[in-house]
């Protein structure tokens, strides 16, 4: 079993960056592929990027491919999310979630993520 927590979120304005961290307890963190998900005011949670145990793969929705990078440091039980050019559609908030599974797989559903943290709000102003 894993426990999550997420942090960096904030307000910034359209353009600007941030970079979000997810703290993992427990143990064989790299037995987990890692994702990261947002819930904007009135909308369903979609998912945003996800990375492999040993980050040999990763997945990104369309709206943020090219903006926002997730990474991993498996000796420090951290996932992050860098999160460049922000725009307005941005504004959510950012959930880190944990799927214990081998090999290369990223889910993009949230159901096929067990654990999943309290979120953090990120609020980027036009």
């Known amino acids: 079993q894993v426990q999550l927590a997420e942090s960096g979120g904030g307000l910034v304005r359209t353009g600007g960056s941030l970079r979000l961290s997810c703290a993992a307890s427990?143990?064989?963190?790299?037995?987990?592929?890692m994702g990261w998900f947002r819930q904007a005011p009135g909308k369903g949670r979609e998912f945003v990027a996800a990375?492999?145990?040993?980050?040999?793969?990763?997945a990104y929705a369309d709206s943020v491919k090219g903006r926002f990078t997730i990474s991993r440091d498996n000796a420090k039980n951290m996932v992050y999310l860098q999160m460049n050019s922000l725009k307005p559609e941005d504004t959510a908030v950012y959930y880190c979630?944990?799927?214990?599974?081998?090999?290369?797989?990223?889910?993009?559903?949230?159901?096929?993520?067990?654990?999943w943290g309290q979120g953090t709000q990120v609020t980027v102003s036009s």
């Open positions: 979630a944990g799927d214990l599974t081998t090999g290369w797989y990223v889910g993009r559903g949230e159901n096929e993520y067990e654990y």
């Open positions: 990375i492999s145990g040993k980050s040999l793969n990763t």
């Open positions: 427990g143990r064989a963190f790299n037995a987990y592929a």
